[in-house]
């Protein structure tokens, strides 16, 4: 059986979910598009054979043409999809952010909770990323105690034009804050923002690195240095401190190459390189999974807790404080399953 999906939003990260469903992945084909900007959607859809444009979001959902649905427009315009889908009982895979605050998360988790079943993903591909998955299998087994600590650093080579001052946390930080909770099976109970020296290279306004702590309701604390100007390239790291030993993400995307009393290897040139085989499982196991039935990966609920997150890291950002983050209780639909 062939999936049949309607994508929202055929920019950037559309059209590259497109080539992955088209050209990477099974089980699916693009039947489907729309965006507000419909010379682009019509240019898109044009290489799709098959493919029918939609004037909008929520024809494409309603169209019986279209078994699941795609969001990738901007973050702000997620709700609407989303809770569209829902109400049509269409699986939905959303790209981050399941929608931008706090009260709008909470609408889409009201809205599935009373549809009684999960019927949203959530594009947090980190949780599908090679190493980040042996990291947590590490740590899971306990092979090597009790975690304690979790040492990251996200350094973004440098940002576009429209990139704001807050998208340190809400675009970039997001998702190491999913990867904690992930990665700890665990909630995060209260953040603190410390602000280094701000970097020559760093756009006026923006405080640039960030060091963003995060208290993990266990007790584990982790700490990422979030960085948007780094310039040398994109560069993830992770080490998480257990009772009896560590363990850490690898260090290059390459060979090591070693001479001349020398060694030397590649940093990664964006997100896209480091992460395209997170995206490319990220999506199968989404396309497998809704044949299936049902779906899979990050939950509304893990949408919801990341979006408080950042709300709260921006508020110990703006007041120099410590904040707690408050959850509202985690309905049961979300209690088994993965995260
Ligand atoms: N998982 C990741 O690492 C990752 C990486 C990149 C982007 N993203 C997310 O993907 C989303 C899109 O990002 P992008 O970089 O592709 O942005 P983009 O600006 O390149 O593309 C967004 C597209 O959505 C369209 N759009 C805007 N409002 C719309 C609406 N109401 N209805 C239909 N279409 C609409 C725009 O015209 C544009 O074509 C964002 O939420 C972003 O955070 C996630």
């Excluded at 099976?185 to 306004?205: C, H, N, Q, W, Y």
């Excluded at 404080?321 to 509202?328: G, K, N, Q």
Aim: proline share 4%; aromatic share 6%; charged share 20%.
């Amino acid at each position: 059986m062939t999936l049949n999906v309607g994508v929202i939003g055929v920019g950037m990260i559309g059209q590259d979910h497109i080539r992955r469903l088209t050209h990477v992945l099974s089980g699916a084909r693009v039947a489907a598009v729309t965006d507000v900007d419909l010379a682009r959607a019509r240019t898109v859809a044009d290489d799709l054979p098959g493919a029918v444009l939609h004037d909008s979001g929520q024809e494409l959902i309603a169209d019986p043409g279209v078994d699941a649905v795609v969001v990738t427009s901007w973050g702000p315009t997620h709700e609407e999809y989303v809770l569209g889908c829902i109400a049509a009982g269409k699986q939905v895979f959303c790209e981050k952010p399941l929608a931008t605050t706090e009260a709008a998360c909470t609408r889409i988790v009201d809205a599935e909770v009373a549809a009684g079943r999960r019927l949203v993903m959530v594009g947090f591909m980190r949780r599908y990323d090679p190493q980040y998955r042996a990291m947590k299998q590490v740590v899971t087994s306990g092979e090597i105690g009790l975690p304690l600590l979790m040492h990251a650093a996200h350094r973004n080579p440098s940002v576009p034009p429209h990139y704001t001052s807050d998208m340190i946390i809400n675009d970039s930080t997001v998702h190491d804050i999913d990867v904690a909770r992930w990665m700890f099976d665990d909630e995060i109970a209260a953040i603190t923002v410390l602000k280094p020296r701000v970097s020559s290279k760093a756009a006026a306004g923006f405080n640039d690195p960030l060091l963003v702590l995060l208290e993990m309701a266990s007790g584990v604390v982790v700490d990422v240095e979030a960085m948007v100007n780094a310039g040398f390239g994109y560069d993830i790291r992770g080490e998480v401190v257990c009772e009896d030993g560590t363990v850490e993400l690898s260090e290059s995307a390459g060979a090591l190459v070693k001479t001349a009393g020398r060694v030397s290897g590649r940093v990664p040139a964006n997100w896209q390189e480091r992460f395209v085989r997170a995206f490319d499982t990220e999506f199968q196991a989404w396309i497998d999974a809704v044949t299936a039935g049902g779906t899979t990966g990050p939950s509304a609920w893990d949408g919801y807790a990341a979006t408080v997150s950042c709300e709260t890291a921006l508020a110990a950002l703006h007041s120099g404080e410590r904040v707690p983050a408050v959850l509202r209780e985690r309905p049961d639909l979300y209690k088994e399953g993965a995260r």
